[in-house]
C-alpha cells in the first residue's frame, strides 16, 4: 500500500515537474508547481510529517503560489517566444541531463547506507506538539530571526510595489 | 475490512445528507430573506414551495451546458471541479457526534479524525481559493477577471483573521483535533454553565467567535462581504461564463462553504454536539421544542389564514409530534440527541448568515480591505495576546 | 506490507532538483525561472524530511519549515522586483533585461 501509494504521487510529481519546465504560458506551469507541491504534501504524510504537510498546503500551495498567480494574472504574462537554440543545445541538453540524474541516482543508492523502509505509520514524532516542543525551545532564536526577515520582507514588497506618489 | 465498510457506509451517509441539506439550505434562504423584506417567497411548487429545490435542480440539469468558444478550455473545466471538491472535502473531518454502537460496532460519528483537523480545515479553505482564481482567468472576460481577482484577494486576506480567531480557543483546549477539542468543552460549571470556549474560564472567547464569524462571512462572500459576485456591480462576477452544471456547482460550493465555516464555529467555540443543559432537563428540551411547534401547527391548521394551510398545517404538526416522540425513544438517544444538537446549533448560525444577508448592505472594496487588513487584524492578534496571557498567568 | 526504501525519497528529490536546475537554466521568462527555484526548493524540503525520518528526529522538520519561511519571504520580495522590472522594461524576457552588460 506504501509502495503504491508512493509510486502514484511521485509519478505525478515527476510529471508535473516535467510540465512546470515545459509549458510555455506561465500560469500552465504555475499549476503544475501546485500540483508537484500537492503530491509533495501527500508524501510528506507518508514520512511521517503531519505538521510539514499541512503548513506546505497552508503556506506554499495556498499562499505563496496565489500570489504567483495574482502577478502573472497582473502582468498578463503572455506564452514565451521560442527563441532559437544552439544545435548543441537542442540535441545534448536532455541527455546530458538524463545522464548527469542516472550518476547522481547511482551514487544515492550505492553509497546510501541501509535504512529502515518508510512506512506510514513508523515516525510518530511529526505532530505539531513534538514540532512545537522543539521549536520553541531549541530553535527559539532562528524562530523570532525569521519573524523579522519576514517583517523586512513585508516593508520590501510594499515599498517595492508602491505607486509613485507625482 | 469492516472498518472499510463501515468508512463507505458513513461517507455515502454524509454525502446524502450534505447534498439534501445543501438543496433545502437554499429554500430556506429564499423564504427567510422574502419573509424578511415582506413577500412570501417560492410557494408555488408544492406545499410552501418546498419543492422548489428539486425543480431548480432539475433546470440546472436540463439547461443547456455552453461552451464558449473563447475560453482556456482545460481551466474553465477545472475550476468548478475545485471548488465543488475543496469544499465537499472539509466536511469530512467535522465530528457529529460521539462515539456511537450501531448493530455491534463501535464507531464515531465523523468520517475521519486527523490529529492535525484544524490545519486540514485551513489548508482545503486555502486551496479554496483558486477555484475562484481560475474561473475568473480562464473565462477570457474582464468582468470575470476582475470579480475574480477582488474574490481571491478578499478571500486569502481575511484568512490571516480567521487563523488568529482560530488560533485563540486552541491554547484553551490545547489539541488540534476536532475530536478532542469537542470532548474538552463537555461539562458543566457552576451546575449550568456549560464548558463551551465561548464561556471557559480562564478567558472567554467572545472576541474570537466574533472575529471568526466576520472573517467567516469573508471567506465565503457572503453580504457584506459580496462585492466581487454582485449583481448590479460586476455582472455576475467570476462565474459569468459558466451555465447549468458547471454554475450549479459554483452554487454548491458557496452553500457548503457557508455549511463548513457555521460547522467549524460551532465546533470550536459552541461546544459541538453538547447539549446546552445538564442530565435529563438537556434531554427533554429536543422534544420539548418539537412538540411545542407540533401544537403551533395543529393550532393554527384549525383556523388557517389562507385556504391551502387547511390541509399543510395539520400535516407539519403532526411530523413534528412524530420527530418529538422519535427524539424520546432511549434505544435511539446516544444517535440522535447529538445530532439535534449540533443541527441545531449550526442552524441557529446558518439563519444568523441569512439574516445578515437579508440586512445588511454591502461593503464597497476599499472598505472591505481596509476592515481586513486595518482592523480585524490588529483585533485578532490583540485576542490572541490576551488569551496567551490569561492562560499563562492563570 | 514493505515499505518504501527511503532512497527512492532521495532520489525523487534529486529528479525533482535537477527539474528546477533545468528550469532555470533553459527557460527565459522571469516568472519561470522564480518558479524553477521554487521547485528547487521543495525538492530540498523533501531530503530534509526524508533524513528526519531516518534518524527519527524532528529537526528536519523544523528545517524544512524555516525554508518554507525564506522562501515565502524570497518570494514576496522577489515578485516585487518583478513588478518594478515590467513597470520600467515592459518586458518578462530575462534577456531583455542587459543594459548593464558589456
Redesign the interface.
Known sequence: MDVILFLAFAAFAVVCGINVVLQSHPISSALSLIGVMGSLAVLYLLLGAEFIAAAQLIVYAGAIMVLFLFVIMLLNAGSEAKRGRSLLVQFMGVPVMVSLLGLLSYFVLRLFPAAPPVRFGNFRGGSPRSFGEVLFTQYLLPFEVTSVLILIAIIGAVVLARKEID | MEFFIISLIKAGIVAFVLLTTLAYLQWVERKVIAHIQLRMGPSRVGPHGLLQPLADVIKLITKEDLLPPHVNKFFYLLAPFLAVTMALLSISVIPFGPEIEVFGYNTWMQLTDLNIGVLFILAISSMGVYGVALAGWASNNKYALLGAMRSAAQMISYELPMALAIAAPLLLVNTLSLREIVEAQSGYAFGFLPHWTIFQAPFPQFFSFIIFLIAGFAETNRIPFDLPEAENELVAGFHTEYSSMKFASFFMAEYANMITVASITVILFLGGWHPLAPGLAGDLIPPAIFALGGLVCLYHGLHPARGKDRYTLPVFGLIFLGVAAVLLIPALKAIVLPLFWFAAKTGALLFTFIWVRGTLPRFRYDQLMGFAWKFLFPVAILNLLVTGFMVALV | ????????????S???F???V??FL????I??L???I??ML?AV??SF??F???W????G??F???V??????????G??????V?KNRQT??V?DVNSMKY
Open positions: 506490507m514493505t515499505g518504501v526504501p527511503l532512497s527512492w525519497y532521495l532520489v525523487l534529486a529528479i525533482l535537477a527539474l528546477g533545468a528550469g533553459f527557460r527565459r521568462n516568472i519561470t522564480f518558479m524553477s521554487e521547485l521543495n524540503n523533501l524530511v526524508s528526519s525520518y531516518q527519527a528526529q524532528v529537526n522538520h523544523i524544512t519549515f524555516f518554507m519561511v525564506v522562501a515565502a519571504a524570497e518570494a514576496a520580495v515578485l516585487a522586483i518583478i513588478l518594478t515590467f518578462l524576457n534577456d
